[in-house]
């Protein structure tokens, strides 16, 4: 695992997302701690494809920025979240445990590396909720680091772990909008720039048009880079949906705010057929 600091630098050039306010005043605070104290930590929520996408695409905006960090017990934890109500955030009520406030805007910590559940899952301590981390090893392994405001950089996950955390979350919790976020990825991956690599795809694999490479290339991308276990996670996930009017896709188009059209209904359906192309060995 990479130490603090140890993050490869991403020098491929990106307008900055619009993240200012109380959302960057947290970041910033959250970033100065975690590298004072020598906590691995990295972004790993909906803020991943609204930085590591052209703003031009349209990606939903969102107030709520996820972190992963390496704790190694429930104590440290403790002392992490006292550490930053000091710093001025606010935790949350109820069960959401993993909830920290400032202001408006909203953080979400997952710790990796407390033991206190089977296998990857941890259970948390007061609510007793369950929340399966497979594939969050390679966070630590894969992230970058990026300028997401002027003057800071912080560690990213790329857009293919991204669309695997999405995929493993909704198979845990089944929340709409995981399939949303996962449904924009599968679609824009691969597309700034002059979009060489999806120009290779197309007429190498049969079937696989420019529109829908992306989400072949993404397939192909998760197939050579993620573990075993969630490869096969991300596989049987896929290959349940077997039509276009499949509950998986039913749940994606409401969520999407246009009216849905017999034509995004079968656009989705294609993307989801090249990104299982993808998966394949």
């Given amino acids: 695992m990479k130490p603090p600091g140890s993050f490869m630098k991403n020098t491929w050039k990106n307008p900055l997302p619009k993240i200012e306010g109380d959302l960057a005043e947290a970041l910033t605070l959250l970033h100065n701690y975690f590298?004072?104290?020598?906590?691995?930590?990295?972004?790993?929520?909906?803020?991943?494809?609204?930085?590591?996408?052209?703003?031009?695409?349209?990606?939903?905006?969102?107030?709520?920025?996820?972190?992963?960090?390496?704790?190694?017990?429930?104590?440290?934890?403790?002392?992490?979240?006292?550490?930053?109500?000091?710093?001025?955030?606010?935790?949350?009520?109820?069960?959401?445990?993993?909830?920290?406030?400032?202001?408006?805007?909203?953080?979400?910590?997952?710790?990796?590396?407390?033991?206190?559940?089977?296998?990857?899952?941890?259970?948390?301590?007061?609510?007793?909720?369950?929340?399966?981390?497979?594939?969050?090893?390679?966070?630590?392994?894969?992230?970058?680091?990026?300028?997401?405001?002027?003057?800071?950089?912080?560690?990213?996950?790329?857009?293919?772990?991204?669309?695997?955390?999405?995929?493993?979350?909704?198979?845990?919790?089944?929340?709409?909008?995981?399939?949303?976020?996962?449904?924009?990825?599968?679609?824009?991956?691969?597309?700034l720039g002059n979009g060489a690599r999806r120009f290779e795809v197309v007429g190498a694999v049969g079937g696989v048009t420019y529109e829908i490479a992306g989400a072949q290339l993404l397939g192909a991308d998760i197939r050579d880079k993620v573990s075993s276990k969630a490869l096969s996670m991300v596989r049987g996930f896929v290959a349940q949906i077997i039509n276009e009017y499949h509950h998986v896709i039913n749940t994606a188009l409401r969520e999407e705010p246009s009216l849905v059209s017999d034509r995004r209904r079968t656009f989705v359906y294609q993307l989801i057929q090249a990104f299982q192309l993808g998966l394949r060995d």
């Fill in 35 to 191: 590298e004072q104290k020598g906590i691995p930590f990295a972004l790993i929520g909906a803020l991943v494809p609204a930085i590591l996408l052209s703003p031009e695409i349209g990606m939903r905006e969102t107030r709520d920025a996820d972190h992963v960090i390496k704790l190694a017990s429930w104590a440290e934890w403790e002392t992490v979240i006292a550490d930053l109500v000091q710093l001025g955030f606010i935790r949350s009520r109820g069960e959401q445990e993993h909830r920290l406030h400032y202001r408006i805007a909203e953080i979400d910590l997952i710790p990796y590396g407390i033991t206190s559940g089977p296998d990857e899952v941890l259970v948390w301590r007061k609510s007793g909720n369950e929340m399966n981390l497979t594939g969050f090893s390679e966070v630590f392994e894969h992230a970058v680091l990026i300028e997401i405001v002027k003057g800071l950089r912080l560690p990213v996950i790329p857009l293919w772990l991204f669309a695997v955390l999405k995929i493993l979350a909704y198979l845990d919790r089944k929340f709409p909008r995981d399939l949303r976020d996962l449904v924009y990825v599968l679609e824009y991956y691969e597309s």
